[in-house]
């Protein structure tokens, strides 16, 4: 997958340019399978489009199974938890992934949601959307100013919503909190992250945010494990030894990441990596 959230192999959200540091607004990633890949729940931790380039990603949802080849996108609001399995056919299993940092206007998805296409987690690709998408994935590897990102970012929310399917991505509803922890975790997910620091970059103590979370059904520390997680599948998929992943990841144990990573996706990394 990517599953970006997917999540991810992705490229940086910091970007520079010359001495100074320019943010990107969206992340895109590559995910691969020479053989059959299951994987249960990943972590999508911000609105997130995956298209199937090559192969079939079968996706279990709500005791559903949906099925996605490149004619059709695999769309998922943020904070939510993905099982399913890259398949590969005549050729290796291939996606690649749009991650969105940036929401549109409210009023835009207000809009999409008035036409009623009620598809779960599904768009169908057009040569517009295709375009849009093939532009957006070529920017997160520019130099492009973060006001020149939000115009072609803009661009392609508008034809989402023409499409009616802007809502799909960004349901009309408040940003809670474990979606913006997630987001920034992600900055640099194999640091040592402590409540009692993010919860003043939040403006909160840390009894304040653990209730927060709590009220969401999470904790701090699943919420770190979970982007670690989904950070270390992008990582194997660049073939890096698992002591490697597991330091970058912010474990000093490969025993324990490797327990954490099976407790998580249902898999080992040895198993995952064989799936490559």
């Not at 970006?4 to 320019?22: A, P, W, Y």
């Not at 973060?146 to 919503?161: H, R, S, T, V």
């Not at 919860?199 to 909160?204: N, Q, R």
Request: glycine share 4%.
């Amino acid at each position: 997958m990517s599953n970006n959230i997917l999540v991810i192999e992705t490229d940086s959200n910091v970007k520079e340019t010359g001495t100074q540091m320019t943010a990107s607004l969206i992340q895109a990633g590559h995910f691969h399978a020479a053989t059959s890949q299951p994987l249960r729940n990943v972590l999508i931790y911000a609105p997130t489009i995956i298209w199937v380039a090559q192969g079939e990603k079968r996706l279990w949802w709500h005791e559903e199974t949906l099925n996605y080849t490149e004619s059709d996108w695999l769309v998922t609001p943020a904070s939510h938890y993905l099982t399913f399995v890259n398949e590969p056919t005549q050729l290796p299993f291939h996606s690649r992934t749009l991650t969105f940092l940036v929401p549109p206007p409210s009023d835009w998805v207000i809009e999409s949601e008035q036409q009623k296409d009620n598809s779960p987690m599904r768009i169908k690709v057009t040569p517009t959307l295709a375009f849009c998408f093939e532009t957006l994935f070529e920017m997160a590897n520019s130099d492009l100013t973060k006001e020149a990102q939000k115009q072609f970012l803009y661009g392609f929310y508008a034809e989402l919503k023409q499409a009616g399917a802007l809502h799909k991505l960004f349901p009309h509803q408040p940003t809670e909190i474990k979606e913006k922890l997630a987001q920034y975790l992600n900055v640099n997910p194999g640091h040592d992250h402590k409540v009692e620091t993010v919860a003043e970059h939040f403006f909160m103590s840390r009894a304040t945010l653990n209730r927060k979370l709590a009220a969401e059904n999470t904790t701090f520390r699943q919420v770190l494990t979970n982007v670690r997680m989904v950070y270390a599948l992008g990582l194997m998929q660049q073939s890096r030894s698992q002591l490697s992943v597991a330091l970058s990841c912010g474990y000093q144990s490969e025993t324990r990441f490797a327990n954490r990573f099976k407790q998580t996706f249902g898999i080992t990394p040895k198993e995952y990596v064989r799936t490559l």
